[in-house]
């Protein structure tokens, strides 16, 4: 049973948790990445008693516990809140699922928390083999987070065998983990880099101010070519499906460019930087760097939430998480052919009573109720909205009530990266009768009361 429908007008909800998303990664990637370089510079410091590069490093553990700390929990807290009130039920199930993953997940952090504060606030007061190893407690600590977090992150794409077991690790270490672990642990040295750069810039001129800058390049450039190998990896252990959306979907296609555009542009800064040229790292050019990056993060999280449609959870949820086919692990009916056959109104409980049965006066909020239920997780209702019904409706041609019940009828064999329509007859006739209403300057005639309710 599904709960009531979350519905952002012109924008819709995916959207809205694909930008708390991509705010996000920076921080957070940051964090996980950010104290592996800084134990490598601080021992270099150490070493070469640089005091200038001691102070550096301090102003970026300070970076990463306010930036990160700051942003990266409040859109971290964002993204349950969207998901939760935009997809509840996906997120009730990833917890039914990885509740331990969570907790454990949480342990891990507790421990980021106390030790990045013991790091910063014993900087220069504590021996610095002591030191270090506070700050490699941390990067091991953030990096273990990613380890678990990508497990669940991976089983939303790919849960593999789970699938047929239910088991936790089946659905953990699934056919995409290990690409996207080792994709991910490049990308955070890579935005780490970054940062280095962004924040050498506020050093003054020098030797130590050279060395961070080509250490910066250094770092960014390596693992920003290995990161490329993995996501090449990670590419061929998506399922066939993936492939035919990034080469079906154009907006899939644009996102795919622009990440792997963004992706070669920061190479080149960062290959750039191993010049340790200074001007490089001038606060404005290494911020528009920055904001680059973002929109490239942007792209990459796109695809892969395209790489996943129709589902939320492949295999087993849809996107507007009706549950698409058995899952018998799990005891777990499909929703899809139930609501084909009783309807789906009935067996919902949200849908106001007077709406239930479908007559000639309610037919067209019914239509309203079954066609956003259906579709506004993955378009807008409104004319010149995200991935706007009407104007994809218009663009295809068929506009008429009739035209679009049998276009609903087909969805989810024609279209790959569509769900089935969940609904029995009357109910898809209402749905069509709705979407034939909302397209702009419809020149079909509306379909009739009768033919909605008894189909002639
Ligand atoms: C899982 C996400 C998803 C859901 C749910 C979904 N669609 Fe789509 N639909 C897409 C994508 C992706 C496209 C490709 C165009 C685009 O990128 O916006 C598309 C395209 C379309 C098109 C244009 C088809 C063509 O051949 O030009 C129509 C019409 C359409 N959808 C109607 C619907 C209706 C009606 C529903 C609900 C019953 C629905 N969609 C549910 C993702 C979805």
Request: charged share 15%; glycine share 10%; net charge neutral.
């Amino acid at each position: 049973m599904l709960y009531p429908i979350f519905e952002f007008p012109g924008v819709g909800g995916g959207m809205i948790i694909a930008a708390i998303a991509t705010f996000h990664i920076l921080p957070c990637h940051l964090a996980t990445g950010g104290f592996w370089m800084a134990w490598y510079l601080e021992r270099r410091g150490h070493a070469t008693h640089d005091q200038e590069l001691l102070d550096y490093i301090k102003r970026f553990a300070l970076l990463i516990l306010i930036f990160c700390f700051v942003t990266g929990s409040i859109t971290g807290a964002g993204i349950w809140f969207a998901s939760t009130i935009i997809s509840p039920r996906a997120i009730s199930g990833l917890i039914h699922n990885y509740v331990w993953g969570w907790a454990t997940e949480w342990v891990f952090f507790l421990i980021e928390v106390v030790t990045i504060y013991t790091y910063y606030y014993t900087f220069g007061k504590v021996k610095p083999k002591t030191h270090m190893r506070i700050g490699l407690i941390y990067a091991w600590s953030a990096w273990i987070s990613m380890v678990i977090i990508t497990g669940i992150l991976a089983f939303m794409m790919t849960p593999g065998k789970w699938l047929e077991t239910g088991g936790f690790f089946d659905g953990f270490f699934n056919p995409t983990y290990w690409p996207q672990l080792f994709y991910r642990t490049m990308m955070m040295l890579a935005i780490s880099g970054m940062f280095a750069a962004l924040l050498a810039g506020f050093m003054k001129s020098g030797p130590t101010k050279t060395y961070v800058i080509k250490t910066a390049g250094r770092w960014g450039l390596i693992s920003l070519s290995l990161g490329a190998l993995f996501a090449v990896w990670y590419y061929f252990k998506l399922p066939a499906n993936a492939h035919e959306t990034l080469s079906g979907v154009p907006y899939d296609q644009i996102m795919f460019k622009i990440s792997l555009g963004i992706g070669a542009v920061m190479a080149l800064y960062f290959a750039l930087l191993l010049t340790g040229r200074e001007i490089l790292v001038k606060p404005v050019l290494a911020l528009l760097m920055i904001v680059v990056m973002f929109v490239g993060i942007g792209g990459g999280e796109s695809v892969r939430e395209y790489s996943r449609r129709p589902y939320l959870i492949p295999g087993v949820m849809y996107s507007n998480q009706i549950v698409a086919h058995d899952l018998e692990a799990k005891g777990i009916k499909s929703e899809v052919t139930r609501y084909q056959e009783e309807g789906f109104l009935q067996n919902n409980y949200f849908v106001p009573p007077e709406w239930r049965r479908i007559d000639e006066k309610n037919y067209m909020q019914a239509g309203m109720l079954l066609t956003k239920a259906n579709c506004v997780i993955c378009h807008t209702m409104e004319v010149n909205g995200r991935s706007s019904l009407p104007g994809l409706v218009t663009e295809m041609g068929s506009t008429s009530a009739s035209e679009l019940n049998d276009f609903l009828e087909t969805m989810g064999e024609d279209y790959n990266f569509m769900p089935a329509f969940s609904g029995n007859p009357q109910e898809r006739r209402a749905a069509a009768a709705f979407i034939a209403s909302i397209v702009p300057d419809n020149e079909n005639e509306p379909p009739t009361a009768e033919w909605v309710v008894n189909g002639e």
